[in-house]
């Protein structure tokens, strides 16, 4: 089973960017996707993208400033992150499904890697 591992959270302004990773330690046959969790709070679906690349999905709040992109040859899942708000902060955990198809619900992820903290100051 492919283990996850995501980097590149920190603490950022309103207003500004950050790029987080995954490394897969494997082939990713499937379709990734990209959620966080706040203090208190459920699992929220972030961005999603299929197997091959092609098509991808995005939460209400962060559609239009998220962008998800995998790299095959090199395992990675990326979401390059863009005029983020204090909302936005949460940890933030890469997951690989168990469908070729875009999906924004955590029961058809069945690898999460240990997730990564955001951190948006006002």
């Known amino acids: 089973q492919v283990q996850l591992v995501e980097s590149g959270g920190g603490l950022v302004q309103t207003g500004g960017s950050l790029r987080l990773s995954c490394a897969a330690s494997g082939p990713a046959l499937y379709a990734m996707g990209w959620f966080r969790q706040a203090p208190g709070m459920q699992r929220d679906f972030v961005a999603g993208?299929?197997?091959?690349?092609?098509?991808?999905a995005y939460g209400y709040s962060v559609k239009g400033r998220f962008t998800i992109s995998r790299d095959k040859a090199k395992n990675r899942l990326y979401l390059q992150m863009n005029s983020l708000k204090p909302e936005d902060t949460a940890v933030y955990y890469c997951a690989a499904a168990t469908t070729f198809t875009v999906s924004d619900r955590t029961i058809d992820y069945h690898t999460w890697g240990q997730g990564t903290q955001v951190t948006v100051s006002s």
């Open positions: 993208i299929s197997w091959n690349g092609d098509t991808a």
